[in-house]
């Protein structure tokens, strides 16, 4: 494993890759012990890649698909990086490196949009190029803010709890697979946004929500939130940031908004028991069933997501 956190940009990049290679990790080695299972070694560069370099010149991953690297890091922080980004990602395929991970900064300068695309574009190259890309969206936070409190100029603290919600429901990753980054983030920017500002309760008990007893409730806030314009959107937004989730039940006081309060009510945070009773029955309606999101090794999976970190 390098820690280095630009490998590429190295003066000396052709000669540590022959050094990596002359220490026996080619392309497909294996590391044998009397008495065991040979194990694939792995070169891992744990700090990513920096695509603005790779896309100069295909000698970097020519050079680089002659060791055993699994998998490729690149970083993917806004959306103003794309060129470079796909053209790296065609060029790594072109040259056979096909297990790639990905890291996206959000709550910088981005928006959600910026983000949405971003993790949109590595579903379109898997699909298109037969790969896989494992994406990790990682929040900023400023190394000086103890509190790790940062809100990005395009989003919010409501957006921000929404997000950290999705991501524990994925363990953390964009994965590859169309269907269930569909099911994870929506179909479109818009539907992405919506995601966010729906309830809370909502995205962690999806399912239920969605497919099972709670669809009656969802289907009446869904026709409620059809009524809300841009601006009220905005202002629910705002609403919402302004307070804890076990303040929720009284923002309607807080509002001359009819539209508001109509869906406002929606966002009470139910009962530890209604909860429970939820979690329950899910148990017994998904028991058995192998919807969940394709796995990723321990040691290809990015640490310090902030799944943890209340937003």
């Not at 957006?159 to 994965?175: C, E």
């Not at 058995?288 to 902030?306: F, M, Y």
């Amino acid at each position: 494993m390098l820690m280095d956190n630009n490998f590429t940009a190295s003066p000396n990049f052709k000669s540590l890759i022959a050094e990596i290679r002359d220490l026996g990790f080619v392309r497909g080695a294996k590391l044998s012990r009397p008495g065991k299972v040979p194990v694939q070694r792995r070169v891992d560069f744990n700090q990513g890649v920096d695509a603005r370099i790779l896309c100069k010149d295909v000698m970097y991953l020519q050079q680089m698909s002659t060791i055993c690297l699994k998998p490729l890091r690149i970083a993917f922080d806004h959306i103003g990086t794309r060129k470079p980004y796909e053209t790296s990602i065609r060029m790594a395929h072109s040259v056979g490196l096909h297990d790639l991970s990905n890291y996206m900064l959000y709550n910088f300068h981005d928006t959600p949009a910026d983000l949405y695309q971003r993790m949109r574009l590595n579903i379109d190259l898997n699909q298109e190029l037969g790969i896989r890309i494992f994406s990790f969206p990682m929040r900023y936070q400023p190394t000086d803010m103890k509190t790790r409190s940062h809100v990005g100029e395009h989003w919010n603290r409501y957006y921000l709890r929404s997000m950290q919600i999705i991501l524990q429901a994925t363990h953390g990753i964009v994965s590859g697979s169309p269907d269930f980054f569909v099911q994870a983030f929506g179909n479109s920017e818009q539907e992405f946004w919506n995601l966010l500002l729906r309830p809370q309760h909502y995205l962690f008990n999806r399912f239920w929500y969605e497919r099972y007893g709670g669809r009656a409730e969802f289907d009446e806030f869904d026709a409620a939130f059809s009524k809300l314009g841009e601006t009220d959107k905005a202002e629910l937004a705002a609403l919402l940031s302004s307070a804890e989730p076990r303040q929720f039940s009284a923002l309607g006081s807080q509002t001359s908004n009819s539209a508001l309060k109509d869906v406002l009510p929606f966002y009470a945070v139910p009962s530890k028991v209604a909860e429970a009773d939820i979690w329950a029955q899910m148990r017994e309606i998904t028991k058995g069933r192998q919807d969940l999101p394709p796995e990723v090794p321990d040691d290809e999976r990015v640490e310090d997501a902030g799944l943890q970190e209340a937003a």
